[in-house]
């Protein structure tokens, strides 16, 4: 990056056309060398002592998900609960970072999660496809914060970005930004439909420009999800853009994370990318759904010292 | 010894790895252990335990695979059993004993289809109520296996004919790697049964304490202090527990018990229209 680069962006883009050079100007990402570096990273051993420490700050760490057409509201109390205690026979099981919804559901999962210190996240701006007028986004956003909500995952225009309308998706996210409010903003990238590492380097520094609090790797609702590579670029992103601005933005992966294996290798690629700092839920968060049941069967392997069993746990 | 004219050819020497999943890994400990010569892995706790998971996604579909299909695929395994008679024969494996072995698959196979009808039935109550038991399987079974091959196939046939699935530690083990390699090409599905080989009394307690296997047949273990620590930690979880109380003839009709000690009467009252 030169140093042109960034004291013309130094108060933000004055154009799109610096905007544009300023993505522009990022360095290209060596695709094998961030493949073979994630890869080594998910290689280390962790265990006993370190492994039980590591569950429980990955559950600390879950962002509980669902998002279906066919939530209910039970459902939707149960899985509250469940962030509340994940693990119903034991109390020494911390809760969970979030409960992530959909915009219709906020109600009914604030209602379980009042007062809990468990936030509620809300995707909302026509998730997952993004493909709606601006007014609409505004509207969703300003609907799931009224009733509750204290996050907002957004997703970006993916289409605007791969057009390269670089200032129609700043100027969105930061219009979301503003309708949310005092609800921390998580910008999803999508970047199983960005193609490259490229565009989800320019991706990532877009939305922490526009005023991200959390850059998010996918929806889930399509075939690529957070892949270890993509998601250790996203944290080297979020380590220069505090180096830089002196702000830290925290990431999320999600989709597609369903092991305490790979919970584990997510938190090590922390840890050896961006440091303590990250090592928080205000900081990191994996978007999950059946993760969670996957760490409560080893937290309970470990404390019982006897393989766990999925029939002891519930789906939801 | 004099040098033949024709170069000769390298030894091709076959390593008996496990069978897990529908395939043939080698112990996630990368053990191996030496049986007669052979290279054999030796299975860990971690093995048990992708075992179980192989055999846990395995068993919604072969239990709710039609009996008559698995009726066809045990048939199957004693058509492929039949062809291979002579790697068991190099094996030390009798020929009466491989004979034996493919009649009792086959014998199995005949019940897949009938066992509901003996196990289960209508029942008569004194109510507006059809009332009807059907056998359902238990789930996961965790076979300690004797270690003849007859032996070894009388456990396990009975087990999986019924829509369990199982995770088998083979004493055995290159007779029972190759049953797996039977199975394996007899359109049984991956993990309906998974063959471990090494150290029973390493590997056992780990499934008997397992909540995620619902039985366990202790037909192989013969050191009772053993089977008794097996059978008290699998009353952690309520499991079932086959433990027979003396040496089994296996030559002889099994009859339908080692059936329906692996199944679950579940009964239905339906209420009957006036």
């Known amino acids: ?316 | 010894m004099p040098k033949s004219a024709t170069p000769s050819r390298l030894a091709v020497r076959k390593t008996y790895k496990l069978y897990v999943a529908g395939k043939f890994p080698r112990s996630e400990s990368g053990r191996t252990y030496l049986v007669d010569g052979d290279n054999v892995a030796l299975a860990s706790r971690k093995d048990a335990r992708d075992a179980v998971v192989a055999a846990r996604a395995a068993q919604p579909g072969w239990a709710g695979a039609t009996a008559y299909n698995r009726g066809q695929v045990l048939y199957r395994i004693a058509e492929m059993l039949e062809a291979r008679r002579a790697e068991f024969k190099s094996l030390g494996v009798a020929g009466a004993e491989v004979d034996a072995a493919v009649d009792r698959w086959v014998w199995y196979a005949g019940w897949s289809d009938k066992i509901a009808q003996v196990a289960g039935g209508a029942n008569p109550v004194a109510g507006p109520y059809f009332n009807i038991s059907a056998p359902e399987p238990t789930g996961v079974v965790g076979v300690i296996a004797p270690g003849s091959l007859l032996g070894l196939v009388s456990v396990v046939a009975p087990a999986v004919v019924t829509g369990n699935t199982v995770v088998v530690v083979a004493s055995n083990p290159q007779a029972a790697i190759t049953l797996g390699e039977v199975l394996a090409t007899s359109d049984v599905p991956g993990g309906v049964v998974n063959v471990l080989t090494g150290r029973a009394a390493e590997i056992a307690p780990w499934l008997a304490s397992h909540d995620d296997v619902n039985a366990l047949d202790l037909s192989g273990v013969d050191d009772t202090e053993l089977a008794t620590e097996l059978e008290r930690a699998a009353a952690g979880t309520l499991k079932r527990v086959l433990r027979p109380t003396s040496g089994v003839d296996y030559t002889e009709d099994p009859g339908t018990g080692p059936m329906t000690a692996l199944l679950e009467i579940k009964t239905v009252w339906h209420p009957k229209g006036f």
């Open chain 1, 1 to 316: 990056m030169t140093a042109t680069a960034t004291s013309r962006l130094s108060g933000l883009p004055d154009s799109p056309a610096d905007l544009r050079t300023f993505l522009h100007g990022l360095p290209g990402v060596d695709k094998v060398g961030i493949e073979a570096r994630a890869a080594a990273l998910g290689t280390r051993s962790v265990k006993t002592t370190a492994k039980a420490q590591a569950i429980d700050l990955a559950i600390r760490m879950v962002d509980l998900t669902t998002l279906e057409g066919a939530d209910t509201p039970g459902k939707v109390r149960a899985l509250s609960a469940k962030a509340l205690r994940p693990d119903p026979a034991d109390p020494t099981c911390p809760p969970v970072a979030a409960v992530c919804v959909y915009p219709a559901m906020v109600p009914t999962a604030a209602a379980v999660l009042a007062g809990s210190g468990v936030h509620l996240a809300s995707v909302a701006t026509a998730f997952p496809s993004g493909q709606a007028p601006l007014e609409v986004k505004l509207a969703d956003t300003r609907d799931a914060v009224a009733g509750g909500a204290d996050e907002i995952d957004m997703v970006i225009s993916r289409g605007a970005f791969l057009a390269g309308d670089y200032a129609k998706v700043f100027d969105e996210i930061v219009a979301v930004k503003q309708a949310a409010g005092p609800a921390h903003l998580k910008v999803i990238l999508e970047t199983g439909e960005l193609a490259t590492y490229d565009n989800v380097r320019r991706a990532s520094w877009l939305a922490m420009l526009a005023g991200a609090d959390f850059i998010k790797t996918s929806t889930g609702k399509v075939g690529v999800n957070a892949t270890p590579p993509v998601t250790l670029l996203m944290l080297e992103a979020v380590r220069d853009f505090r180096e830089r601005y002196g702000r830290q933005v925290g990431v999320k992966p999600a989709g597609g994370i369903k092991t305490t294996k790979d919970a584990i290798k997510y938190l090590v690629m922390i840890n050896e990318t961006c440091g303590d700092d990250w090592l928080h839920p205000d900081w990191f968060r994996f978007g999950a759904s059946s993760l969670l049941n996957d760490l409560l069967m080893q937290r309970t392997k470990l404390s019982t010292g006897h393989y766990a069993g999925p029939d002891y746990f519930t789906l939801d």
